[in-house]
């Protein structure tokens, strides 16, 4: 089983996964954790430094057309994703204008051919190797902003030479027809998307910078939430629920990145050199920055970018578990009011298995409990214990009791003739013999009456003579005694 497979299991043990994330984000605030930033990384240089171009296309088939270095020039450049190569020239040169589309099928609207009053209402389609002109649009026009397709194409906003425009136009591929006016007219812009789901936000009102955002619905516009800081000058791609914009200026150039769901706009990964009117293309993780001016030079500098943003939220999208437009804390309320223990228990149970299914877990098991198997076959316990019990009743057989008593009897017989009874009674009366022979009976006559002697004089012989006529009769009576120590 592959990833893709498992992650299109039944939704309720994925969130196990996802909801402690998501939970520690929210209530931590930590954003850089929740949603990863993304990051710029160096690209191949542009083959012309200039500024207040348009840009369109991808990551690796992006588009820069006109522009600005010490004078307007029709140069148009195609990048690869590692370098950028000359293409067919503008027809009519001019810069400020907005491009759209991709790299073999583009129109760049709008714009100014020379100085102070020359706003353009003219478009120019590209088709990979050369520009061809379009319908004009219906209003001439500078520093607009543009989405959507060669053939279903959306400007919008601008400055006309006299006032910053709320009017949007819609392309088809041929001519402009009017769209629905923004809440707030301005210049300078960012925006991306479609002709259906398009979005911009900031720019210049005339008087300030500004930082709000509207979102189209390909009638009328509605506003939104506010950029990370009131800027102008800057571009944006991607689309309405998943956009980008970077750079720009506030009060000086900005290296400043943001990134849009439809509602709300976070901080995404800076780029490595602040810059303003620069060309953008590409999508919200996959985007590309290019040439612009650092409020001292014109840039050749590209930098693409690569961003996990909103990694969570855009999973749970791609599960259907949450629609597109869906706050995170609405997300959360509603799951905490539909979501169990029991169904957690049971999803925890789900996703268990699942698991085991995608890591292969379910054969090793399976092999261990074969290997098992084969092992009790081989060295079956029964077999063992058969073998054993056997044994011990062929040692019961081999050496039994009566053995048993048989070895004793004749252990002691053996003992017998190695210590022999008969020698030890013989030397026994050898001993006695030799101890008679060294003490003679008249030694011991003589011993015994130094003792009658002692005895005789003691106190206790006086006491006892007198009380112990028994005593006396005894010893008179005991002749026997005496006669058998003088024999």
């Known amino acids: 089983m592959n990833v893709k497979s498992f992650w299109k299991k039944e939704y309720t043990y994925k969130l196990l996964v996802i909801i402690p994330v998501l939970i520690a984000g929210h209530y931590l605030g930590f954003p850089a954790f929740l949603f990863m930033l993304g990051t710029w990384s160096a690209g191949g240089d ?6 207040e171009l348009g840009g369109t296309g991808t990551q690796t088939a ?29 027809a009519t040169t001019k810069f400020r204008g907005s491009a759209f589309g991709t790299q073999t099928a583009a129109a760049y609207a709008g714009g100014q051919t020379g100085g102070t009053g020359t706003e353009t209402a003219d478009t120019q389609e590209y088709d990979g190797t050369s520009w061809a002109t379009g319908g004009d649009l219906s209003v001439a026009k500078r520093n607009l902003t543009s989405a959507g397709t060669q053939t279903a194409g959306l400007v919008f906003g601008g400055y006309d030479g006299s006032n910053r425009v709320a009017a949007s136009e819609e392309y088809d ?48 516009w509605s506003s939104s939430g506010d950029y990370l800081a009131a800027t102008r000058a800057f571009s944006g791609c991607g689309t ?54 650092d409020g001292s030079n014109n840039l050749t500098s590209t930098e693409e970018y690569t961003a996990v943003t909103n990694y969570i939220l855009t999973l749970l ?7 597109t437009t869906q706050k995170e804390t609405t997300f959360l ?18 996703f268990i298995v699942n698991l085991a299914e995608s890591m292969g877990l379910n054969d090793t098991i399976s092999k261990i409990q074969g290997f098992k198997a084969n092992l009790i076959e081989t060295i079956n316990l029964s077999d063992v214990l058969d073998k054993i019990t056997r044994f011990k009743k062929s040692l019961t057989e081999a050496i039994s009791l009566t053995d048993i008593t048989s070895m004793g009897g004749d252990f ?26 060294t003490l003679r009976i008249s030694d011991i006559i003589d011993i015994g009456g130094g003792w009658f002697r002692a005895v005789k004089h003691s106190s206790l012989w006086t006491k006892g003579s007198k009380h112990s006529s028994s005593w006396t009769d005894n010893t008179k009576h005991s002749s026997s005694w005496t006669n058998k120590i003088k024999h």
Request: proline share 1%.
């Open 317 to 323: 999208e791609n599960l259907s578990l949450l629609d």
């Open 412 to 437: 002691v017989v053996s003992l017998s003739e190695t210590i022999h009874l008969t020698d030890v009674t013989s030397r026994l009366t050898t001993f006695s013999k030799t101890i008679l022979e």
């Open 333 to 350: 309320k509603s799951l905490t009011e539909n979501l169990t223990l029991s169904d957690i228990a049971t999803a925890g149970q789900k």
């Open 62 to 90: 992006g588009l820069s057309c006109g522009g600005y270095t010490t004078d307007i020039v029709p140069t148009t450049e195609e990048y690869d994703g590692t370098t950028w190569t000359a293409g067919g020239n503008l």
């Open 240 to 293: 309405q629920t998943a956009g980008l914009a970077t750079g720009g200026y506030t009060t000086a150039a900005t290296s400043a990145t943001g990134e849009y769901d439809g509602s709300t706009w976070t901080a995404g990964g800076d780029l490595t050199t602040a810059r303003y009117d620069m060309g953008v293309a590409g999508s919200q993780t996959a985007g590309l920055a290019f040439t612009g001016y």
């Open 46 to 51: 542009v083959g012309t430094a200039r500024r």
């Open 173 to 220: 591929g041929t001519s402009w027809t009017a769209g629905g006016d923004l809440a707030v007219a301005r210049s300078g812009m960012a925006g991306g998307g479609s002709q259906t789901a398009a979005f911009t936000t900031g720019g210049y009102d005339g008087s300030a910078n500004v930082a709000n955002t509207e979102n189209y619905d390909g009638t009328s």
